[in-house]
């Protein structure tokens, strides 16, 4: 009974790290650089970003769902073939869908919405995790790789919204306190209209990369120190001892 | 038909809508295979073969069998099952008649599949309606002649890219930039520099 419990917690751990760990340990745009072409192509604004990200969701959980339920069924030679053909099933079903319930989308996303067919996430997640795990684990792991798919997508579109426009997403401006008034400043005045243009995409994906990167070292550089200082303790402590210890023997030959 | 139509399909696809650095299609070997000069020439090759017969296959099969059948929105999955297969079919062809040049491309190949710039320019052929502008015939060699101008644009950038990549390793970057954040930040500055050619057809 205990047993089971304790084995039925240890599950649902593994379900929920396999769904977190899309988010920020393995996060397939600034971990992996998997899906740079709609990372780059589609993040001019938050909306857009979310946009794909979702329809990548769908694409993601479902061709996962496929892949994993047939895994046994298909040879191994014509493999990525038949997973070619499931997700791009799926992105037909998707553009069709949103080609009638979200025609703004449709337009903004263009091209980019067939070619999630080739987003090398997807394949990837379908050839390294679907095809050797259950149907429910992989149904997470897509979901929650999408949906880190999805937050970094955002984020792009975030920083570059705001670095072109001054708006926080959706159109919308903070009101800027000293608008309008002595010095007359606006949102326009600090407008890098660069960032919306492609080269924007590079550049605030590289900068992204470089403080992720820049926080992983110091974490590093703080594990090392510790352990560093931890063994510098033990070894403190270790001479210590012998002293007292070649003392003791000292006074006790004495 | 003036020959003009060509020179502009050529100039526009290789420098003005640049795959890479202004479409954004095939950034993914633009950033994997640029580490060495020579892989990335290899890369661009292999990609300039596959991406004009494979934009000429699919240019045929959509106007002559998606569009009678009125099956057009089949069409993402019929190009890329024909993408898949060509170069499968490319792969074993090049490995019959030459194994110095299967050596050489061999291992881009499988790559390839996944390259957006392929499906992208398959897309944007459609897209763009040549066949509605200069007839399916002569769209057809408009198409062709962009795919090329289109992938000499993939091989320019990515050469030049990996020229620039192979002296960064040399130079003294700080730690947190080092490798692929410095490389996006290279790649950035030669989107702006790209971004000056707009304007000129």
Known sequence: ?254 | MSMTVFFVAIVSAMLINNVVLMRFLGVCPFLGVSKKSETALGMSAAVMFVMVVGSILTYLIYYFVLEPNDITYISTIAFILVIASLVQFVEMFIKKISKKLYKALGIYLPLIVTNCAILGVAELNIREGYAADYGIGQGLLVATTSAIGAALGFALVIFAFSSIRERLDAANVPKAWKGIPISLIVAGIMALAFLGLEGIV
Not at chain 1, 60 to 82: A, C, G, M, W
Not at chain 1, 226 to 239: C, G, N
């Open chain 1, 1 to 254: 009974m205990v047993q089971s419990t304790a084995k039925k917690k240890k599950a649902g751990n593994t379900y929920l790290t396999n769904f977190v760990k899309g988010f920020i340990r393995e996060n397939p745009i600034f971990v992996f650089l998997l899906g740079m072409c709609p990372a780059l192509a589609v993040t001019d604004s938050l909306e857009t970003g979310l946009g794909m990200g979702l329809l990548v969701v769908f694409v993601l959980t479902l061709s996962n769902i496929v892949v994993s339920l047939i895994k046994n069924l298909i040879p191994d030679e014509i493999r990525i073939p038949s997973y070619i053909v499931i997700i791009a099933t799926f992105v037909t079903i998707v553009e069709m869908l949103t080609e009638a319930f979200a025609p703004p989308l449709y337009e903004s996303l263009g091209i980019f919405i067939p070619l999630i067919v080739v987003n090398c996430l997807i394949m990837g997640r379908a050839t390294s995790f679907a095809s050797k795990n259950t149907v429910l684990m992989s149904a997470i792991d897509g979901l929650g790789m999408a949906l880190g798919f999805t937050v970094a997508l955002m984020l792009i579109g975030f920083s570059r919204e705001i670095l072109a426009t001054g708006a926080i997403g959706y159109g919308i401006y903070l009101p800027l306190p000293v608008e309008g008034s002595l010095f007359n400043l606006s949102y326009a005045l600090f407008n890098m209209e660069v960032f919306v243009g492609p080269a924007g995409g590079f550049l605030v994906i590289g900068i992204w990369l470089a403080v992720f990167n820049a926080i992983g070292q110091s974490k590093q550089r703080k594990k090392e120190e510790d352990r560093r200082r931890w063994i510098e303790k033990k070894k403190r402590e270790a001479a210590e001892r012998k002293r007292k210890k070649a003392m003791e023997s000292a006074g006790g030959s004495a």
